[in-house]
């Protein structure tokens, strides 16, 4: 039971951070991971949640890194 709970909170808390998506100057600019997800590092910027950013990565998934283990071009 106890296990349900904490991954019920984490959850929870994996939701807020998408609720506060910045409008930025990044979104859609190309990007590379400093560590590959399963093969793939390169991406493109589609979500600014402050210290975090989605990626959509050349095979189609979306994941959310932090900024500083994102290189971003202009």
């Known amino acids: 039971m106890r296990d349900k709970k ?3 909170m984490t959850t929870e808390n994996s939701n807020r951070m998408y609720e506060s998506e910045e409008v ?3 979104i859609g600019a190309h990007c590379s991971l400093l560590v590959p997800y399963k093969g793939y590092t390169e991406g493109t910027v589609v979500g600014d949640y402050g210290n975090k950013i989605v990626v959509r990565l050349n ?3 979306e994941i959310a890194e932090y900024r500083d283990e ?3 071009y202009d």
Do not use: L, W
Request: proline share 0%.
């Open 6 to 8: 904490e991954n019920q």
């Open 24 to 26: 930025t100057e990044i």
């Open 59 to 61: 095979n189609g998934k």
């Open 70 to 72: 994102v290189i971003i």
